[in-house]
């Protein structure tokens, strides 16, 4: 039975639309927040301007320019003239500043096509029109600041041709005010672009700097509290937080150091003790369960202390991996590797070495082969590890990340049976910036896949 797909109503297919394409970060936002309105202004200002003013003008300077032309027209037609006209081309051209000539009955040049702006072209034939009510041709497509406008006349049945500027029939110096409109919006947007990068950098140090020490990294250099007052309040609150996080972790570290000391030395006088007493079973019994003790005890110092005072360095992720060849071959086990020799990533190497450690020591504990591919996809380091043992049933895949969690026929008991093999894995992972995750694996058994920012 195949399920019908509901269709979604346009307006909200459009709204899902636009909103994706819509800025994530708070620098493109706010720079919205000042152009989108500023913007908006100015096409109404703009509009307005346009039908208020601009077309207002154009259409007065029109009409009184095809007033001059028809009283000409009107007294080459019903006043004796000499045969030349120069009395009306000089009466034009010093009263009306027209400059008129009378062209032999001719036709018209071709027609010329309207700009893309046509106001004046459209107003101007509106006039003549209405006001002379004769065959014409205007050209008002040239560059120059020259119209031409030829009119057929009656008597004689001659031409008359005008030569007009531009300025007397069209508002041409209003785009003066939209140059002055615009160029003042660009440099107004410059400001707030450079005055909100002022503001947005100190959020972005920030996040740097939290995101550096969510990761157990140093701080990136030149980080101090500056900006607006809730971004130096938030910065402030980031830097007392820090140093708590930072005290408390000194504090557990003496604490487990002082504890650490004391228990090993018990141990130490247990195995003294032991030494001195005459080699029986019960006194081999004994030795196993002082050092299965001081391998447990070494196990929750380790897990409960972390590695966040170790210091983050270069390190070559397939010298790691090799690592663990020899201990393959004592084991016969089948080890393979698939990574390039030059993946290198930035770790704590002690943590990064103990994380691919436990991962691997379990497989090999639990299957005969143990297949292991690390490459970079985007700014993530990944490494997987596929193994062809007994795996683990999906529900429990999560559980087995729990500090202490044992599994009877599970695998993330490490040597000491302490059950914080994987539970130290995920932490170093995590203190990282990075994560672990099971799934089936291809082979039959597990996959343990490690995600890692580079």
């Not at 000499?82 to 062209?103: F, G, H, M, V, W």
């Not at 140093?218 to 007052?229: D, K, S, T």
């Not at 170093?428 to 990075?434: F, L, Q």
Request: proline share 5%; net charge neutral; with cysteine.
């Amino acid at each position: 039975m195949t399920s019908i797909r509901k269709r979604r109503p346009p307006l909200q297919v459009f709204s899902r639309w636009f909103w994706r394409r819509m800025p994530k970060g708070l620098y493109g936002r706010s720079l919205l927040i000042i152009i989108v309105p500023m913007v908006l202004l100015q096409s109404v200002i703009a509009f307005v301007f346009m039908e208020r003013h601009w077309q207002t003008v154009t259409q007065r300077l029109s009409k009184s320019v095809t007033a001059d032309i028809a009283a000409v027209i009107d007294v080459i037609e019903n006043y004796p003239q000499d045969p030349e006209y120069q009395q009306i081309t000089e009466l034009a051209r010093e009263k009306l500043s027209l400059n008129i000539s009378i062209l032999p009955p001719t036709p018209f040049p071709p027609a010329v096509g309207k700009p893309f702006f046509s106001l004046l072209d459209d107003t101007l034939r509106t006039e003549i029109t209405q006001q002379i009510g004769r065959p014409f041709w205007i050209d008002t497509v040239g560059d120059s600041d020259i119209l031409e406008i030829r009119i057929r006349l009656e008597k004689p049945e001659n031409v008359l041709r005008v030569f007009v500027r531009r300025n007397q029939a069209y508002a041409s110096n209003s785009h003066i005010f939209l140059i002055w409109m615009v160029g003042t919006s660009i440099v107004l947007i410059l400001i707030a672009i450079l005055f909100l990068r002022n503001q947005i950098r100190p959020i972005q140090q920030l996040s740097r700097a939290a995101d550096s020490f969510g990761k157990g990294q140093v701080m990136p250099e030149g980080f101090r509290i500056r900006g607006a007052a809730e971004v130096r309040q938030a910065g402030l609150a980031f830097l007392q937080m820090r140093e708590r996080i930072e005290r408390q972790i000194e504090q557990r570290t003496a604490m487990l150091t002082g504890v650490s000391h004391d228990l090993r030395t018990i141990l130490t006088r247990f195995k003294l003790q032991l030494a001195m007493l005459p080699q029986s079973r019960e006194t081999e019994e004994l030795q196993t369960d002082v050092d299965d003790m001081r391998k447990m005890l070494e196990g929750y110092i380790d897990f409960a202390k972390g590695d966040a005072d170790e210091p983050v360095q270069l390190l070559n992720v397939c010298d790691v991996l090799e690592r663990h060849s020899m201990e393959a071959t004592l084991r016969d086990k089948d080890y393979q590797i698939d990574c390039p020799n030059d993946l290198t990533i930035e770790v704590r190497p002690n943590a990064f070495s103990r994380l691919v450690a436990n991962i691997v020591t379990n497989g090999f504990r639990y299957a005969d082969k143990l297949s292991v591919k690390a490459f970079v996809r985007g700014e993530k380091l990944t490494i997987q590890f596929d193994d062809d043992g007994p795996g683990i049933s999906e529900k429990m895949r999560e559980e087995v990340f729990k500090p202490f969690m044992r599994l009877d026929e599970a695998r993330n008991l490490d040597e000491s049976g302490t059950g914080l093999g994987l539970s130290i894995a995920r932490d170093i992972a995590r203190n990282h910036g990075g994560d672990i995750n099971l799934y089936e694996s291809p082979a039959g058994g597990l996959r343990a896949i490690v995600v890692l920012p580079v």
